[in-house]
């Protein structure tokens, strides 16, 4: 009786002891479900934010200049005004060069066709005579050659006697009274007239007309 009462407090004893084993083991489990991860995964990831956000920093850094290097709408708007003030500038120094020129050419160009006149004129001036007629008769001629010139270069003269007075081509500076001429009428020119190219230069001076 005493050895199957020693041998049951050893198979009592082997029980206990795999018993405490087991709830080592779970404990051991339980402590390594609670541990955290590994600290390899932790790193890398702190690595990855890292390099993520120098990225980040980098590309505002970049922006950043790009808006400071670009021109904002006020500047743009400046240069633009600038510009075509400058152009609107050299637009007017062109234009008073050609008109300048123009004139400067058709100056030219009368000059051209009077200095003929200026030469028969001498001429005659030069020229001792007794034949009075053939004198008046050369005198004529070059009067006819200086309205030419001038008839060439746009002059021509404004009608007048026998014509109805218009104050905006005719200046009358007396009335006459004459059964030749109806009223209104101009029946003497004082002066001719002339207009260049359609434009009075000098109006005609002459008597109106009043019966």
Do not use: C, W
């Not at 400071?68 to 609107?88: T, V």
């Not at 006149?117 to 005579?129: Q, W």
């Not at 050369?138 to 002059?155: S, V």
């Amino acid at each position: 009786m005493s050895e199957k009462k020693a041998k049951h407090i050893h198979i009592e004893d082997g029980n206990a002891e795999a018993e405490e084993t087991k709830a080592e083991d779970l404990k051991e489990e339980e402590a390594a479900a609670k541990e955290p991860e590994t600290e390899e995964p932790q790193d890398k990831a702190e690595e990855t934010a890292g390099e993520e956000t120098a990225e980040e920093a980098e590309a505002s850094a970049d922006e950043a200049e790009a808006s400071a290097d670009e021109p904002s709408a006020e500047e743009q708007e400046s240069e633009r005004y600038m510009r075509l003030m400058a152009e609107f500038q050299n637009f007017k120094r062109r234009a008073a060069k050609e008109k300048s020129d123009i004139h400067a050419f058709a100056n030219e160009r009368i000059v051209g066709d009077l200095l003929p006149v200026l030469d028969n004129f001498e001429r005659a001036l030069d020229t001792e005579t007794e034949d009075i007629e053939g004198y008046a008769k050369g005198m004529q001629l070059i009067f006819e050659q200086l309205k030419t010139a001038l008839e060439k270069a746009g002059l021509k003269e404004i009608e007048a006697l026998g014509q109805d007075f218009d104050p905006n081509v005719h200046n009358a500076v007396m009335t006459d009274n004459t059964d030749e001429y109806e009223t209104d009428k101009i029946s003497k020119v004082l002066q001719k007239g002339y207009k260049l190219n359609d434009k009075v230069v000098r109006p005609s001076m002459v008597a109106v007309n009043k019966k």
